[in-house]
């Protein structure tokens, strides 16, 4: 390894860190945005009484129960 030598960084990779000095309260907004959408309490209640109630599909969906 030469002396000198200084590792790789991407394009994509620089440009990220740019932003991140740029604008260093941009992580915890992104944080914020995630935590509105995704980060949700999970009812335990209501998701096993949706999994019980779930009706298995029949082989061929167009055909009536004749």
Known sequence: MPLFWKPYKSD???FI????Q????M?????QGRA???DKAVDRQAQQ????????Q?????????
């Not at 992580?27 to 944080?31: A, K, L, N, V």
């Open 36 to 38: 509105l959408l995704w």
């Open 58 to 66: 029949m082989p061929y969906v167009y055909q009536t129960k004749a």
């Open 22 to 25: 740029r604008d260093p309260q």
């Open 49 to 56: 009484a949706y999994s019980e109630a779930n009706v298995a």
């Open 27 to 31: 992580e915890e907004r992104q944080r």
């Open 12 to 14: 994509a990779t620089q």
């Open 17 to 20: 860190d740019s932003l991140k």
